[in-house]
């Protein structure tokens, strides 16, 4: 029986997962990375890392299904977005990668905005710092020696792919996200990356999610004992396959993805940009799909934060918090702690807590982080509102998407209902090894990526609909007026 690989480069860990051709998860393995700040605004990862922590995870796939694992036929690739990988003319980093919530590059960003207006609507989004072109600008500027040594640019799950194939190729769905690629004809764009600089010699080939990019190199399929011409998938950026792993590939499916970062993604059949409201629209990494999203830099991180800054668990915080939850909180809590994207683009913004008092409790601080993210969500649905694109049911996926709870607040926050999925945490990993099926049997996108059993539907609950609206607008004035302060004394 054929099976398959889906391996998710994101931030804070590695997650591999071995399928059957049932799409049932046969095993998985998760390893965790770490993320170096060296200053302000920076944020790195060593791509060895990566490399080093995919083959402690197949290793350990290896061990846990020794007989389906020497049966793999494909290996999809997903991956964190965005991250700049920048090699030399023997495919060696240069430096450590720039990860997606690196926050150096705002005044490249703006510059390439203010300069290059009429690239936008092609790029499908405007310029912000987390993209990889302004990283490069930033580089130019600030690191010229390396960037006259640059001779590819590849993205983190493409330097996998490298390391298992040799080759060097993306996606649609990923280099979507760079700001160099022209979303409606889904091929690079010379003026996007003239404005930086750059040629097609510095980019990648391109091919779709679903198709083959390449096979095994000889040692690496000796390795592991696998078979010389396993195919390698083209993949896609995390919150694509995190839609294909939800079924999601049809006009209008929607879904809320809370991983590290946290996104608001509706699929689209045709590119549907919309640049002034901030909302990201970018190839799907299936072929003839665009999708809309709001990208947030904060999800499931938070609650992460204030566990570890309590020294408490987090499943025993969400029980104690859900049995003393009530109503909604009476502290806000502004969850930028890596700054933010959608919709404000603003890197220098940070995590605050409103309202404290002596009588504030742990609880209390824990309910206030879930419908802080909960409440930029709902400034994400505006935003595609904003865009004309209406929400009407939202699936829910990634890490957050475990907590019954959190999913509940979702739901009477954004007034609509919540969608919880069997085997949701496995999002993007999921999606990439049905992709891998793709490229290696040919079948159509439709048989292959349907939605999974649904646990459970959340319905709003129309009295606590009533109580968060105005908790929400006083989200949105403490962001306004808390704003000047964030760059206050900042050069």
């Not at 509706?266 to 409201?277: I, K, L, Q, W």
């Amino acid at each position: 029986m054929p099976h398959y690989f889906g391996i998710d480069i994101g931030t804070s860990a590695v997650k591999a997962i071995l399928v059957d051709e049932r799409q049932t998860v046969v095993a998985e393995a998760d390893v965790p990375l770490q993320v170096s700040r060296p200053q302000e605004l920076w944020s790195e990862q060593d791509p060895e890392a990566w490399w080093q922590a995919v083959q402690a995870a197949l290793d350990q796939l290896r061990v846990a299904a020794g007989a389906a694992f020497a049966d793999v036929r494909g290996i999809g690739l997903s991956g964190q977005m965005h991250g700049a990988v920048l090699l030399d003319g023997n495919n060696r980093p240069l430096r450590p990668a720039i990860l997606w919530n690196d926050g150096r590059s705002f005044r490249e960003a703006q510059e390439l905005g203010a300069q290059h207006p009429e690239l936008s609507r092609a790029m499908g989004v405007v310029p912000m710092p987390g993209f990889t072109a302004p990283k490069l600008a930033w580089l130019a500027r600030h690191e010229p020696e390396t960037f006259r040594a640059v001779r590819k640019v590849i993205l983190p799950k493409d330097y996998i792919r490298l390391k298992l194939t040799g080759d060097v190729v993306t996606e649609m769905s990923d280099a979507a996200g760079t700001w160099w690629l022209d979303e409606a004809r889904r091929d690079w764009s010379d003026a996007a990356l003239a404005a930086t600089g750059l040629t097609r010699d510095h980019m990648a080939s391109l091919v779709e999610g679903s198709q083959a990019s390449g096979t095994l190199r000889p040692e690496i399929a000796q390795r592991w004992g696998l078979w010389s011409d396993v195919v390698v998938a083209g993949g896609g950026g995390d919150a694509a396959t995190g839609a294909v792993g939800l079924g999601a590939i049809e006009d209008g499916s929607a879904f809320i993805s809370l991983g590290t970062s946290g996104q608001l993604f509706v699929t689209t059949r045709g590119f549907s940009p919309a640049p002034e409201a901030l909302v990201h629209s970018f190839c799907h990494a299936v072929p003839g799909r665009w999708f809309q999203m709001a990208a947030m830099l904060n999800g499931a991180s938070c609650l992460a934060w204030v566990a570890n800054l309590l020294k408490r668990d987090i499943g025993e915080l969400l029980r104690e918090t859900e049995a003393t939850y009530r109503r909604p909180s009476t502290i806000l809590f502004l969850p930028y702690l890596a700054g933010e994207r959608t919709p404000h683009n603003d890197p220098y913004a940070r995590g605050v807590f409103f309202g404290l008092s002596p009588e504030t409790r742990q609880t209390d601080l824990v309910q206030a982080v879930l419908e802080g993210v909960a409440f930029s969500f709902a400034d994400a649905k505006q935003c595609l509102e904003q865009a004309g694109t209406p929400l009407t049911y939202a699936g829910i996926i990634g890490g957050g998407s475990r907590s019954e709870f959190w999913a509940k607040i979702f739901a009477s926050v954004l007034n609509v209902p919540m969608v919880r999925y069997q085997g949701s945490d496995k999002g993007p990993a999921f999606g990439a090894a049905r992709l891998a099926r793709l490229a290696t049997t040919g079948e159509a996108p439709e048989v292959v990526c349907t939605a999974p059993n649904i646990l459970e539907t959340i319905e709003p609950e129309p009295h606590l609909v009533d109580l968060y609206c105005p908790r929400v607008d006083m989200f949105r004035s403490l962001y306004r007026a808390l704003k000047p302060e964030f760059t206050r004394g900042i050069s």
